[in-house]
């Protein structure tokens, strides 16, 4: 059995070298060479699912209490006010975020997997020794071999992804392993809250009895006088406030979910070394929001907290930072050379306070629903206006998408019938115009279509010239779709 000579090896490393049979050995009289310390920042990233922007204390909601887990995240770091999703779809979504790239140059264009020659963020981490963690929505990033988990919890370990206690139990688990290798770490933390089925509602009533698989109560059940209707969904409807209440709901224990992963990460003593970033992978699963290009589809609450890095309580109003930029970020965060050919670039520096150019602008994408439909559609859009292409709309093709499924589509149909307003809503919800131009200070729902009118034209003649140069420079498959329309 070797003994080690001065200075040659850690205490790990030859213990490591010499196995459990070494540990006993009288080492005192050598000299350990100094062991390494863990100087690559950890990373938290906590995704949530179908969360409008305005849910949060922080961004608005009137609920009181509804969300004090993430409003004391944000009160911690900085809350982007205008961050968005580069698709507002699940899948997609987090193909985009995982490598940096639109969904036409990663290959995700809807629920595929990604293309196997594109660099994936955890592709990146391993090789520089970080140990690479995801719970809940596992398969949403296909294929698995592409990502390199070295921890995963999954549904049978998981569930329907909505238990507060479940994602404490495996955070810690992830944390703890990650002390005891001495590795940094990369933890992709996804709650299932507050997707459909909402907590209390019929349909959670319906997925139980098909499903073995038992979704927890929640700790709170709103009641429809207690809820606000978002500006894009008509008000007055008894079925409609019944499910937005019901939403909140979800909200509020999706809260209690990110509470105990950030509980989690304290009690393991990295919660200052630790970069957490947090935001949504889409709006709400109601009509114009998730699975579209709306403000409200893609708007997502965009917090950052670095302790001693970004500053406490600070709110950015007017950088528009988007999804494509995640990978960027958590690479320059750790220290990572960058990957070439992303689409998005780091905003860490903006994070810390400072200015960065060309902040003016995000292109947004839908091309393919969760039902396999295409309904390919392109945003550019600024702080001010909002320019969408609909290259699906014909006049003849409907729209179908999951926000239709529940109480607020059908109430909102059945209310068509004597309300002409909410009956030109429905009908344009299903089949749209090719294109559609918003001033947002005025109209930040997006009600008033102005792609007509002459007071604008400049102002969509610049935005649609933006986006044929996005469409050009990235090879988008819309691409030959809008020269022909603008011609």
């Keep these: 059995m070797e003994t080690p000579e001065k200075g040659k090896y850690t205490r790990r490393d030859f213990l490591t070298r010499v196995g459990a049979a070494g540990a006993g050995l009288a080492v005192a009289p050598y000299i350990f060479a100094e062991e390494p310390q863990m100087s690559r920042t950890n990373v938290l990233l906590i995704t949530v699912d179908d969360m409008d922007y305005a849910s949060l204390g922080v961004t608005g909601c009137k609920i ?44 995700a264009l809807g ?12 592709e990146s981490l391993g090789p520089a020794g970080y140990l690479n963690g995801i719970i809940g929505k596992v398969s949403h990033l296909d ?4 990502f390199r988990w070295d921890f995963a919890a999954k549904g049978d370990k998981i569930g329907p992804g909505r238990d507060p206690r479940l994602y404490y139990k495996y955070s810690k688990a992830f944390f703890e392993q990650a002390k005891t290798d001495g590795k940094p770490f990369f933890l992709m933390a996804n709650s299932h809250d507050p997707h459909r089925p909402f907590p209390g509602s019929a349909q959670e009533a319906g997925k139980a009895k098909r499903s073995t698989r038992k979704f927890p109560k929640a700790s709170r059940y709103y009641k429809p006088e207690e809820v606000e209707i978002p500006g894009f969904l008509p008000d007055g409807i008894a079925d409609i406030r019944q499910e937005i209440a019901e939403y909140y709901s979800g909200v509020h224990r999706c809260d209690e979910i ?28 109601f009509p114009f929001a998730k699975t579209n290009c709306y403000q409200r589809s893609t708007q997502t609450p965009f917090i950052v907290r670095w302790p001693g890095r970004v500053k406490p309580n600070s709110v950015n109003h007017d950088d528009l930072v988007s999804g494509i930029d995640i990978m960027p970020t958590v690479l320059e965060a750790a220290g990572v050379d960058l990957v070439r050919g992303m689409d998005g670039r780091s905003f860490l520096s903006l994070a810390k306070g400072e200015k960065q150019e060309g902040r003016d602008r995000v292109f947004t994408f839908i091309t393919r629903t969760a039902g396999r439909n295409d ?72 009600l008033n279509n102005l792609i007509g009118a002459a007071e604008h034209k400049g102002a969509i003649a610049e935005m649609r010239a933006e986006l044929l ?19």
């Design 64 to 107: 009181p209490g509804i969300t004090p887990n993430i409003d004391a995240l944000a009160a911690e770091g900085m809350l982007f006010e205008q961050g968005h999703v580069t698709s507002a779809i699940c899948q997609p979504c987090r193909s985009v975020l995982m490598t940096g790239r639109y969904p036409h140059r990663n290959g």
């Design 375 to 446: 309904y390919p559609m392109r945003c550019v859009r600024s702080k001010k206006l909002s320019y969408i292409f609909n290259a699906w709309s014909d006049g003849k093709t409907v729209f179908k998408n999951e926000s239709q499924s529940g109480l607020t589509f059908k109430a909102m149909q059945a209310a068509a019938e004597h309300d002409e307003k909410i009956a030109d809503r429905v009908k344009f919800f299903r089949y749209r115009v090719r294109e559609e131009f918003y001033g947002l200070e005025a109209d930040p729902y997006e």
């Design 469 to 487: 140069q996005m469409m050009v420079s990235t090879n988008d498959p819309l691409l030959d779709t809008f020269k022909k329309e603008m011609s």
């Design 143 to 146: 294929p698995e071999s592409k």
């Design 258 to 285: 990110v509470g105990e992963v950030l509980r989690a990460l304290k009690e393991t003593g990295f919660e200052d070394e630790t970069l957490v970033i947090f935001l949504s992978d889409n709006g709400m699963a």
């Design 111 to 122: 629920f595929e997997p990604i293309n196997l020659d594109t660099p994936t963020l955890t």
